[in-house]
């Protein structure tokens, strides 16, 4: 590495010197030799007659200024400086670029054979030079010329106001964005695609043109996707009041992408995965997720584009919130106690470890050395809880009363988190001035709750103290406002009223204090406090309640959440202690009221079976690492697996009995149908373990009508080990090897294979005809899996998984970086594993460290953790 990458902080931020009104693009594409000619209306606003425009990996080849040959200017370090300028001026770049050899998919690509763009977060700056910082506004208008057998359809933002041929086969169509914006906002597509065509007539009767482009022979796999659009817009309009702004909306699926979809103006590019399904393609999951991410997107129209950030230190500005507003399109839609459910297992699990690692930092981030590193779980999940719990404190009415407000003050302009939640307090009168901790303070506070019933007195007592242990990036920690929600039951299962200096309360108490009491009164018996409902702040809780009240509340809790948080509470009990029975060398076991307490839930009228799957499921081998200091990956592994067996052996009778009786004949994509889906599978997952599994799980592979039951199959085979496997994983194959997404669930279940020769038959499946680690979903299907969810294997003793983490990742680091960044993660909870184990991730640490042409995105990372 020549030079050690500088970070930038926030803290520096200044306001630009120029501004640029409006900007004129014509690209003339071709594979290796694209010449990009930029033409922008600059006008000085700072005493300043030089101008800095970033630019990587370009080739200039003019630059004038109004008309005139410049020679005014340096070529630096990630950019030009041009000097000697009048106070407005039109400026004309031309810079040529090579999008065939652009494997980072950063900028502008080809993804198979079309031209794709993304510019999110610093990717225009590979296109053109220019200032490349969110709080730059333009008008874009852009022409796309290229060849038009091959490229019949040429995108970018905004209205189509031009179109024609030119010489030797070519074409071009020019577009017109009215919508000021900033660079990362630019997109442009050419290609040829089938088109799915649609329209919606906005609420104040505005006629949107809906179109989706999808490669040749896909268009069977779209209607889910333009479905979702369609749902996504009028939702937008009933819950939020907000309407889109556009005559069209275009979204174009592509293989080779490395996130999951980007919100440019207009012109949506989404990775293909959450747009193509069918049936006999796409699980459940699979469904839900393009529901989610075409809802996100979206959404960012209003909460990203229209509204957009200062500053990348402002991610959550837009992520955050656009997070919590695709979390409650679902919720709205689907059911809320699953989704709820989902969103929390994802804070628990890898939002809390990540606050935990070397990488912890707030949910608006102090200092960044390579932005991409920070389109993190703490950004978009911890950054939607964060909306949430104003949310709460706010409820619903107060809550859009802001959004109003926030869009009056800021509507085309880049504001700051600041503005946000400044627009909150004024709107609802609401003092957040202590919550503001919430952006710049990292890590997860641990709540400890204790309680005092005192029977003369009637009263009960719940002492509430909270705890930030230091992080990596920040030694002190203070006490923040946390929505802490609960309620109190008496033994019949009824709400106790919650009374407090004679006067009742809220059942949201705020907690501010490092150590606060709240007594109590007019409490006639002891009673069962639900704690943290609806997980009200992202924090850790520790109360000691015993089995029978978590068996209690699993019954008893008004609401579906808390019934599954005592579930979940009472596992994890039995996890944590049978963790420590097993490095004692005892056996694994569970006690009868716990069996009797899941078989309560299995055979619940009551309860929707899209529920009782959730509360079936036991927590994640990464979750209960995260509980740990030092993490036992064999123990951990051993018991889990154990507590599977023993629900399943001990309930095999009734998991049959539900099994059979939730078999569908016709196959239907509601949510009733996907809820007794995931019964009856989470029922499989089970049943696998027992003697009938292999049976079991053969005959449902081969009856299968729908991808959801085929992959259930195959992934109880895989999960239990069973006989059936292999045969299974052969016929799939065969039947989808030319299909790359349809592949990515083999080689996931490839990458999380529990037997003992995984990796290599990993290093096997990396020669199969449908991988390639250029893709970046084939990338993370098989490597992803094994280095993230396949902890037994990852981390043998050998050290063979770390050596080939190091070698994917050397390779990955030229290549591509940002998506190599991402794979490193689980290397960098180093110091959670034993010395031996520790020693040798470190040594594949050094070895990245030591490399000469080391990226930005893995340099911060690397350096960060092993100077921890
Ligand atoms: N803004 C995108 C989203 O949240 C994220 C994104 C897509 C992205 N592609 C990216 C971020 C590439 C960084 C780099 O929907
Ligand atoms: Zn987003």
Redesign the pocket.
């Given at each position: 590495m020549a030079q050690s990458p500088q970070a930038k902080y926030r803290k520096d931020y200044q306001s630009p010197s120029h501004s640029i009104t409006d900007i004129d693009l014509t690209f003339d594409l071709f594979d290796t030799e694209t010449v990009v000619a930029a033409v922008s209306q600059v006008k000085q606003l700072k005493d300043s007659t030089s101008l800095y425009l970033d630019g990587e990996e370009l080739e200039l080849k003019a630059l004038s200024i109004n008309g005139e040959a410049w020679s005014d200017y340096q070529l630096v370090e990630g950019g030009i400086e041009i000097h000697g300028l009048p106070q407005q001026f039109e400026l004309t770049v031309v810079t040529q670029i090579n999008p065939e050899a652009n494997t980072a998919l950063e900028g502008l690509y080809k993804s198979g054979g079309a031209f794709c763009t993304?510019c999110?977060?610093e990717g225009f700056r590979r296109i053109t030079y220019y200032p490349d910082r969110p709080d730059v506004l333009a008008k874009y208008t852009t022409t796309v010329i290229a060849d038009k057998a091959s490229y019949p359809y040429l995108l970018s933002n905004g209205n189509r106001i031009d179109q024609g041929e030119v010489e030797s086969g070519r074409h071009f169509v020019k577009w017109q964005d009215p919508h000021p914006k900033p660079a990362y906002l630019f997109a442009l597509v050419a290609g040829d695609f089938d088109v799915l065509r649609d329209h919606y007539v906005t609420k104040s009767g505005r006629d949107v043109a809906l179109e989706i482009f999808v490669d040749k022979g896909n268009l069977d796999r779209a209607t889910h996707a333009m479905t979702s659009l369609v749902n996504s817009m009028k939702w937008d309009e009933t819950r939020f009041g907000l309407e889109y702004d556009l005559d069209i909306y275009m979204i174009v699926a592509v293989d080779f992408f490395?996130?999951?979809?980007?919100?440019n103006k207009g012109l949506n590019v989404f990775n293909s995965k959450y747009v193509l399904a069918n049936e006999n393609t796409a699980t459940d999951t699979d469904y839900l997720g393009i529901e989610a991410v075409i809802g996100?997107?979206y959404f960012?129209n209003w909460t990203g584009n229209r509204v957009t950030c200062r500053d990348w230190f402002q991610l959550s500005l837009k992520?955050g919130l656009?997070v919590f507003r695709d979390q409650e399109f679902s919720s709205d839609l689907g059911s809320r106690a699953v989704n709820r459910i989902n969103n929390v297992r994802i804070i628990r699990g890898p939002q809390f470890a990540e606050d935990a690692s070397p990488m912890s930092h707030p949910i608006r981030p102090d200092k960044v050395i390579e932005m991409?590193n920070f389109?993190t779980l703490t950004v978009y999940e911890k950054g939607s809880e964060v909306i949430r719990m104003m949310h709460t404190l706010l409820g619903e009415d107060g809550f859009q009363k802001g959004m109003k407000l926030y869009f009056e003050r800021h509507d085309g302009t880049a504001a700051t988190c600041e503005d946000f939640v400044s627009a909150m307090e004024d709107a609802s009168g609401v003092d957040l001035t202590q919550f503001r901790l919430w952006y710049s303070q990292s890590g997860t506070p641990k709540v400890t709750v204790s309680s005092e019933y005192d029977a003369d007195a009637k009263t009960y007592a719940l002492t509430i103290e909270q705890v930030t242990e230091p992080t990596n990036n920040q030694s002190e920690k203070q006490p923040l406002h946390i929505p802490f929600d609960i309620e109190l039951y008496d033994s019949k299962g009824e709400v106790i009223e919650l009374i407090i200096d004679g006067k009742p309360v809220h059942h949201v108490l705020d907690v501010k204090e490092a150590k606060q009491t709240f007594v109590f009164e007019n409490v006639s018996e002891q009673p069962v406090p639900s704690l943290l409902r609806e997980f009200s702040a992202p924090v850790i809780l520790e109360y000691d309640y015993q089995d029978q009240e978590l068996i209690f509340l699993m019954v008893h809790a008004r609401n579906e959440f808390a019934r599954w948080d005592a579930g979940q509470m009472l596992l994890a009990k039995y996890i944590r202690s049978n963790i420590s029975a097993v490095q004692n060398g005892d056996a694994v076991t569970l006690s009868e009221s716990v069996i009797d307490a899941f078989r309560g839930v299995l055979l619940s009228a009551e309860l929707e079976p899209a529920f009782i799957a959730e509360m079936l499921s036991l927590p994640s081998h990464n979750e209960v690492s995260g509980w740990y200091q030092c993490v036992d990956v064999d123990a951990i592994a051993l018991v889990l697996k154990s507590i599977k067996e023993t629900l399943a052996t001990s309930l095999e009778d009734e998991l049959l009995a539900v099994y059979r009786s939730l078999e569908q004949q016709q196959y239907s994509i509601d949510h009733d149908a996907i809820g007794k889906r995931s019964l009856r599978n989470t029922c499989l997952s089970y049943l696998a373990h027992t003697a009938q599994g292999n049976h079991l799980v053969e005959a449902q592979y081969q009856s299968a009508n729908n991808m959801t039951d085929t992959m259930a199959a195959m992934s109880a085979a895989n999960q239990a080990q069973l006989p059936c496997r292999e045969a299974l994983m052969a016929d799939y194959s065969d039947k989808w090897k030319h299909d790359g997404l349809v592949m990515d669930k083999w080689f996931m279940l490839q990458g999380t294979n529990p037997a003992e020769n995984a990796l290599e038959v990993i290093q096997q499946t990396m020669k199969h005809e449908a991988f390639s680690l250029k893709n970046p979903n084939r990338t993370r299907s098989l490597i992803g899996a094994f280095l993230a969810n396949n902890p037994v294997r990852f981390h043998a003793k050998s050290g063979e998984g770390y050596r080939f983490a190091g070698e994917i990742l050397r390779e990955m680091n030229s290549s591509n970086p940002?998506v190599a960044s991402r794979l490193i993660d689980p290397l960098l909870k180093f110091r959670k594993y034993d010395v031996e184990r520790q020693a040798l991730i470190k040594k594949e640490l050094e070895a990245l460290k030591s490399m000469d042409n080391l990226a930005k995105d893995l340099y911060e990372k690397v350096t960060t953790a092993l100077d921890a």
């Open positions: 993304q999110e977060a490395n996130m999951g979809a980007m919100e996100h997107e960012h992520e656009t991409n389109y940002q």
